[in-house]
């Protein structure tokens, strides 16, 4: 356990097999922690307590439903929720599922072919969007946020698509994006070799670039 600058508690969790990945992480709304990893999935109470082995599988993202059910997406390419339903296959061959988010009334999910829209209830795709149909400019989909607007970040190889009920707008072409968060301040964007905070001032949005000070590392910058 270490303590940080600010106040904060870092704690590792070691209940987990040393070479175990851990490739997704979802609080849920009853509090619960659950971990994605490439051999299964699992649910946690506490850093106190073992966590419990849900089903065996090499999953890729997570996200809960407003019916409080916890879909994961796996290797082969399928939405499985938790619980024994059947899942919904995407459909494509080596697709690569890399993330998950509910918004809207409806799954969605980025992998390397495109962003998807699901329908939890009808057990079906809605929509598959790709650079021909939609605003994206490339189809590696590598993060998805939902902020407290009500918005939903999606990070690109090729840009952020802010999409906000249906409007679709995109930015940043040039930069791949790999997360987004809100705080106080706004919502932080994070690329590759760059940071923006995106607020409000005086009525009108603005963008300021917090670029990480080069020399700290080296490499890229990950969510």
Not at 27 to 37: A, H
Request: net charge negative; glycine share 10%.
């Amino acid at each position: 356990m270490a303590q940080a600058p600010t106040g904060a508690v870092v704690e590792h969790y070691e209940k987990l097999g040393p070479d175990e990945a851990v490739r997704a992480i979802l609080i849920d709304k009853q509090n619960y922690k659950w971990l994605g990893t490439d051999r299964g999935l699992y649910r946690m109470i506490s850093l106190e307590h073992d966590a419990e082995h849900v089903v065996s599988d090499s999953i890729c993202a997570l996200a809960e439903d407003k019916h409080e059910i916890v879909w994961y997406g796996n290797r082969m390419g399928s939405l499985v929720p938790e619980g024994g339903n059947p899942p919904i296959e995407l459909g494509l061959r080596n697709i690569r599922i890399q993330c998950m988010a509910y918004y809207k009334g409806d799954l969605w999910v980025g992998t390397d072919r495109g962003l998807y829209r699901v329908s939890d209830d009808q057990s079906k795709i809605l929509n598959h969007y790709t650079a021909k149909n939609s605003k994206l400019s490339k189809e590696g989909i590598n993060s998805l946020y939902v902020d407290p607007d009500g918005r939903l970040w999606v990070g690109t190889d090729g840009g952020i698509v802010r999409i906000d009920n249906k409007e679709w707008d995109i930015y940043e072409k040039k930069s791949k994006f790999n997360g987004a968060i809100a705080t106080r301040e706004g919502v932080w964007l994070l690329a590759e070799d760059r940071m923006w905070l995106v607020y409000q001032e005086d009525g009108r949005e603005r963008w300021q670039d917090a670029a990480v000070r080069r020399g700290l590392s080296s490499g890229p910058v990950r969510a």
